[in-house]
């Protein structure tokens, strides 16, 4: 049965992606993802020196502000930042730079669905262009389950509010790497089908749920290479590090952060281009 | 927290001593003159009302809503208009969530003085019931970029959104005629705020060295001047607000030189707003016709539906996400059924009954956006623009044309041949029984499109602009 929604994608197809970096001139990494007509800019800072109080000083520590359009900040944003932050800390690698503190401040522009997904990828894009050691990339997802049982992908505002239930995913990126096949599995099953984070709202059975998991993870493969794709042009510019001094005014010294990002980079174009 | 205070932005002694230098010989460390602004750019989204502003490295957005509350108990005939400031931490380092710092309390009571003092947004408009009800409209400023002289941009963006802004109109009703009812912006346009002139701030930055005085600084000057003074202006040289809060003494012939210069920067600035607005709120009538769907795209369905060819295609609610060329060939139509964005490559036109969307506003408001898209205006603009379409010189196969197929209409170069349409249009109406009421709407507009046809294209755009 074929559902006809009301933009006329198909239940599988995603809107409009656009992902542009280095967008801020203070923060040390941001970055903004646009699905359709949801926007959000988010910033980076980081590493600084302490923790908060009731954080392990043994490990990096990451701090996630939510910023909402207009309004007054509540206990919805609280939830946002408390997801977020769950979210980058699995992905970060947080004993590098032991009782550092990293925020992500995340603004959002626009909201016309699946915000939470639109931020969390954005965030990821921030971390990348910031330089902050991360395991892996994250992608994320919005599925909605309707009411006849079909599983749309992406929904915009109206199609959430009208549907039954939605569920939002995390999936680690896929990882390119020179390392040998077998090293990439977690106890037998590929590193990419794994979830980093999953939320839902409604009820839906738990048959739905699974093919929630199976659409989005499909979805999310082309959403990773958007992602990465993304990520490689900037290269060649950030190779020079002229480049890089010049964008300072004053101090001509390369912070060891944006050196961190230029390996990094270096990384995934090599690790892209062997694939 | 010590740990922020490890994050402020610190500058070193030569820093300090390198800028202070170069200004005593009139050196900027960016390479600008003292009173030279950087580069301004204003950009809109979609929605109304939201407006982003770069002022060279600084970065600031302003969305504007609007909602129905009590008015004050002693203006009961006025609408309110508020000011919320979020010095959001990703703009600087040293901006902490949370409370508002002294220095975003200060951005917004400045911008807030040049406004509302000064009488710049007219809030007796605002009101639609004399001390029940009237509009309260609120200015998010967000910061995103700390770039130096925050108050300017601010500013500016905060302008640019209120002139973009649109609010729901609404008339009273109800058994006593004291209910209000809103009307959504599908079925009555919304109008914008009226905006007599607009204050612009222009900052100065006082140096310790001999009087160096230095407009719109960045924030390494910001960081090394010994006082500041924003002075508020609009571009018929009328002071709306001086803030000079503490700081260097400075000597009164500086302060006057200072507001001599202000005044030919805010005028600067103005233009360059209003050029920017205009170009939006054109952009915005030409999509305008595809505006409707978007939102009454779920009644369509039930709705009876007249579709020409195309049946099982789904209904393009937004369609605003089309391109260009989309664009162009939906704008064949007197009505604003947009479904067919994407299908009217093939010149298919679906008509939809009992669609009273067009006729908007009455006779009354000259405003000739709002009174629905005139089809030869935009006709116009789409035949200057070089956009080649089969069969569309034709006036005389109008009539055959009408009753199914995409109206081709040559858009009439003068009056003469205007009129020769309308006489070809009232045949139609008269041959063809049927689609009446299509044909009813296409007459108004032809008969609205004549008396602006006359006009030039730039004298359209002035009237539609309230300054």
Redesign the interface.
């Known amino acids: 049965m074929e559902i006809d929604r009301l933009d006329g994608r198909k239940a599988n197809q995603l809107r409009p992606l656009a992902c542009s970096r280095n967008i801020l001139n203070r923060a040390h990494g941001s970055a903004s993802w646009t699905q359709g007509d949801t926007k959000v800019l988010v910033a980076v800072y980081g590493p600084k020196a302490g923790t908060k109080k009731n954080e392990n000083p043994e490990k990096a520590c990451i701090e996630v502000i939510w910023k909402p359009k207009s309004g007054q900040i509540g206990k919805s944003e609280r939830e946002y930042e408390m997801i977020v932050k769950r979210t980058l800390q699995s992905i970060c690698i947080l004993n590098i730079n032991p009782n550092t503190t990293t925020s992500v401040i995340v603004q959002v522009i626009n909201d016309d669905g699946a915000l939470l997904p639109c931020a969390i990828n954005a965030a990821c894009a921030a971390l990348v262009d910031a330089g902050i050691p991360l395991k892996h990339l994250a992608v994320a997802i919005c599925c909605c389950l309707a009411d006849s049982g079909y599983i749309i992908l992406d929904p915009t505002k109206l199609e959430e509010q009208s549907m039954k239930a939605y569920a939002y995913l995390v999936f680690p990126n896929s990882i390119l790497s020179v390392r040998p096949e077998g090293s990439l599995k977690v106890q037998g099953e590929p590193m990419e089908h794994g979830v980093i984070t999953s939320g839902t709202q409604g009820a839906m059975s738990v048959d739905d749920y699974l093919n929630c998991l199976e659409r989005g993870r499909a979805a999310t493969a082309k959403m990773s290479t958007v992602l990465r794709r993304n990520l490689q042009p900037q290269i060649a510019s950030d190779l020079s590090f002229g480049d890089a001094i010049s964008r300072r005014d004053l101090s001509g010294m390369i912070s060891q952060r944006e050196f961190y990002g230029v390996i990094l980079r270096l990384d995934l174009a090599s690790a892209s281009s062997t694939a | ?3 922020r205070l ?2 402020s932005f610190r ?1 070193t002694v030569n ?1 300090k001593k ?1 800028i202070e230098t170069a200004l005593q010989s009139d050196l900027r ?2 390479g600008r003159r003292p009173f030279d602004f950087r580069n301004i750019s204003i950009k809109f ?3 109304e009302g939201s407006a982003e502003v770069q002022l060279g ?1 600084t ?1 600031v ?1 302003a ?1 504007v ?1 609007a909602q129905l509350t009590q008015p004050y108990k002693d203006r009961p005939n006025e609408g309110t208009l508020s000011m ?1 400031t ?1 010095f ?6 040293s901006f902490e ?1 949370g409370r508002p710092s002294e220095a975003a309390v200060e951005l917004g009571r400045v911008i807030d003085r040049g406004l509302r003092e000064s009488r710049a947004v007219d809030t007796e408009s605002l009101c639609v019931l004399s001390g029940k009800s009237v509009w309260a409209v ?1 200015v ?1 400023l ?1 910061i ?4 130096g002289n925050l108050v300017d941009a601010a500013n500016i963006a905060a302008l640019a959104a209120l002139l973009t802004f649109r609010r729901p109109e609404c008339s009273l009703g109800g058994e006593d005629g004291q209910q209000v009812i809103v009307h959504p912006p599908e079925v009555r346009e919304p109008l914008p705020l009226i905006i007599h002139h607009l204050p612009i701030a222009v900052t100065f930055a006082f140096f310790s060295n001999e009087s160096t005085v230095v407009v719109d600084p960045t ?2 000057e910001e960081a090394v001047m010994g006082g500041r003074m924003t002075a508020t202006l609009n571009a018929n040289n009328d002071i709306c607000a001086i803030q000079k809060a503490g700081g260097e003494g400075v000597l009164q012939s500086v302060i006057m030189q200072c507001l001599r210069i202000a005044g030919q920067k805010a005028y600067d600035i103005t233009t360059k707003i209003k050029n920017a607005v205009e170009s939006y709120n054109t952009e915005r009538a030409l999509r305008k016709i595809k505006r409707h769907p978007s939102a009454v ?2 009644d369509i369905s039930g709705a009876g539906v007249n579709i020409g060819k195309n049946q099982n ?6 369609s605003e ?1 089309s391109n260009l060329t989309s664009e162009k060939s939906v704008t064949d139509q007197s009505m604003d059924i947009e479904g067919e964005a ?1 299908s009217s490559e093939q010149q298919q036109t679906n008509k939809i009954d009992g669609d009273a969307k067009n006729f908007i506003g009455g006779p009354s408001s000259w405003d000739p956006y709002s009174a629905g898209v005139n089809s030869d205006f935009l006709k116009a603009s789409l035949a200057s623009r070089g956009m080649t379409m089969p069969s569309r010189k034709e006036q005389g196969s109008r009539g055959e044309n009408m009753s199914g197929e995409a109206k081709p209409v040559d858009p009439p170069e003068d009056i003469n041949v205007s009129s020769s349409n309308i006489e070809a249009a009232e045949t139609v109406l008269r041959t063809n029984g049927e689609r009446t009421l299509q044909d009813a709407e296409y007459l108004r507009l032809a008969y609205t499109g004549l008396a602006y046809f006359s006009l030039e294209l730039t004298e359209v755009k002035c009237k539609v602009f309230r300054l």
């Open positions: 927290m010590e740990t490890a994050n500058l820093e390198f460390i960016d989204s979609r929605e490295q970065h957005m969305f809503t919320f979020e959001s931490p990703m703009a600087d380092p969530p609120r998010d967000h995103l970029d700390n770039g924030h390494y795209a779920l295609k789904p209904l393009k609610g937004d996400r994407k």
